[in-house]
């Protein structure tokens, strides 16, 4: 194929990488790029039994994140981290 498909919807990360996605564009890691990125490679090397935990562990952030349209929320979060 000549194209990739990235999953977009942070709340939706673990389904759509299991679903064969190949990345993802995620808002939440712009306040949590260790956690996010351990996220995306632990799905993409199939260890869904930690992405579950590790997608447990950032539900409060995803949810923080849908409050509001994007970006909305995600600046107000990282304007809060100064």
């Not at 999953?7 to 990360?13: H, I, P, Q």
């Not at 990345?23 to 199939?46: D, E």
């Not at 869904?48 to 849908?66: D, I, R």
């Amino acid at each position: 194929p000549s194209f990739v498909i990235w999953a977009g919807e942070d709340s939706l990360l673990v389904p759509i990488l299991a679903m064969g996605a190949d990345g993802a564009v995620a808002a939440t890691a712009n306040l949590a790029p260790k956690q996010v990125h351990k996220l995306i490679q632990t799905c993409l090397h199939h260890d869904y039994t930690q992405a579950q935990q590790l997608y447990y562990e950032l539900m409060p952030l995803f949810e923080m994140m849908s409050l509001e349209p994007n970006p909305i929320p995600l600046k107000y979060a990282m304007g809060r981290c100064n």
